[in-house]
């Protein structure tokens, strides 16, 4: 009749399946009122060591990450999108499990005679659009069926690539990229504001299956900074009318 507090470990067969757990509350056939709380379910994964973020300027801290569901521990790639047009069904991605990293999403690459690297495209929203000379931090898990070094772009909404801030040399074994970089928009760029990065897949015209997960981008913010108070607001009001309009 006392609150009590139970933990209890164990094992699930490897070919069973578990979604819930369940309480069989009627075994004694006696009315009664059972109370919960702090109810906590957590599954035993192999160490997957996190990337040391690089300490933030004096004055400054890092955001969160602006990318949404970056490990697709949900089952959502809703932030990482196909290039929306010229496609023509020569991209396709899905998340699949991964025996060492869990959920991850897979990207399918096909080998295309074409010029435009935009036939295939990786595109990644953020939440939060990163500023000219504003810093940022990137990491992320990746591999791909076969060795290959992928061009990386700067997007603000369907604008043009504004520059290639650093390549990404893809293996066929997991590997973490991790950076710290500043934001610095191409020469005559009339937007000087991010808020997509992308993978340009088709760069060496072959087949490939790509895999990435973890990925997180955050920027340096002030100590002080909230989305609601005035250094936020002045900070940003040159360009609000553009990611208004």
């Known amino acids: 009749t006392t609150w009590q507090s139970k933990v209890w ?15 069989h509350l009627n075994v004694y056939d006696n009315a009664a009122t059972y109370r919960f709380k702090d109810i906590v379910i957590r599954k035993q994964v192999d160490a997957d060591p996190v990337p040391t973020e690089p300490t933030p300027d004096a004055g400054y801290k890092w955001s969160r990450t602006l990318v949404k569901n970056g490990n697709f521990t949900y089952g959502d790639n809703s932030a990482f999108i196909l290039n929306p047009s010229n496609n023509e ?15 991850v999403l897979q990207v399918i690459s096909k080998a295309k005679e074409a010029t435009g690297q935009w036939l295939s495209q990786l595109r990644i929203k953020l939440d939060d659009v990163i500023y000219e000379g504003e810093n940022y931090y990137i990491s992320f898990d990746y591999k791909a069926s076969k060795e290959i070094t992928v061009p990386t772009g700067i997007h603000y909404n369907k604008e043009e690539t504004r520059y290639n801030p650093f390549p990404v040399e893809f293996k066929t074994g997991w590997n973490r990229f991790s950076g710290k970089y500043t934001f610095n928009a191409k020469d005559g760029a009339p937007e000087k504001l991010m808020n997509m990065f992308l993978f340009q897949l088709n760069a060496g015209n072959e087949a490939v299956t790509y895999y990435i997960t973890n990925f997180v981008v955050k920027k340096m913010i002030p100590d002080d900074e909230k989305p609601d108070n005035i250094a936020y607001l002045l900070r940003r009001s040159p360009y609000l009318f553009k990611e208004i309009f």
């Open 9 to 23: 470990t164990g094992t699930i067969d490897k070919d069973e399946t578990v979604n819930r757990l369940t309480f």
């Open 89 to 103: 069904n020569n991209i396709s991605s899905s998340i699949v499990s991964d025996a060492e990293k869990g959920n």
